[in-house]
């Protein structure tokens, strides 16, 4: 193996590790920073934009947070 092919590895392992990180570790204080806009855009009915792929995944991972958004987006609804 070449030097340069292990660099380009070493890059591609640390890009996965940051693309795991932001998509797979948001907790729920973090989540409360963003569920707002998801719930308001949800409840709108418009597209999931990629920066709330963090708020759905924590959403599919964790009941709490779940129940949140949904009364959240009940409460959205009817205004
Ligand atoms: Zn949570």
Redesign the pocket.
């Known amino acids: 193996m070449k030097p340069s092919d292990l660099n380009e590895q070493k890059l591609s392992t640390l890009v996965e590790l940051i693309r795991l990180t932001k998509s797979e570790e948001m907790?729920?204080e973090d989540?409360l920073d963003h569920v707002a806009g998801y719930a308001d855009a949800f409840a709108k009915g418009l597209p999931v934009q990629p920066e709330s792929e963090p708020v759905q995944h924590?959403l599919s991972i964790?009941p709490?947070?779940l129940e949140e958004f949904q009364a959240l987006v009940e409460v959205l609804r009817q205004h």
């Open positions: 907790n729920c989540l924590h964790c709490e947070c």
